[in-house]
Nanobody, 120 residues
Framework: QVQLVESGGGLVQAGGSLNLSCVASGSIFKVNGMGWFRQAPGKQRELVAAMTSGGSTNYVDSVKGRFTISRTNAKNTVYLRMNSLKPEDTGVYYC??????????????WGQGTQVTVPS
């Protein structure tokens, strides 16, 4: 079995910071791209930030300059540092990873989601 487990999130005042982390565990051969999505109430899930195994990054325009994605390949872990948080950053944040497993081929996995709330 292969899974993603997230941690972090919570409630923070506008202008504050939060850190999210996500670990891929199980029978893993290699983790390819990893990223973070978010879903606000009544809205579609959107890509926030992504990072390839080689270190290339991609951000949605609304978080550029405020959020930083990073990863530790040896630990199959991806992080999201969120600074200068705004009320519009509120939502459930999901980790996503494309994982080459040992026994079951390549899978696109999702974490369980973690709530981030920035009151207005």
């Amino acid at each position: 079995q292969v899974q993603l487990v997230e941690s972090g999130g919570g409630l923070v005042q506008a202008g504050g910071s939060l850190n999210l982390s996500c670990v891929a565990s199980g029978s893993i051969f290699k983790v390819n791209g990893m990223g973070w999505f978010r879903q606000a109430p009544g809205k579609q899930r959107e890509l926030v930030a992504a990072m390839t195994s080689g270190g290339s990054t991609n951000y949605v325009d609304s978080v550029k300059g405020r959020f930083t994605i990073s990863r530790t390949n040896a630990k199959n872990t991806v992080y999201l540092r969120m600074n200068s948080l705004k009320p519009e950053d509120t939502g459930v944040y999901y980790c996503n990873a494309n994982v080459m497993t040992v026994f079951w081929g390549t899978k696109d996995l999702w974490g369980q989601g973690t709530q981030v709330t920035v009151p207005s």
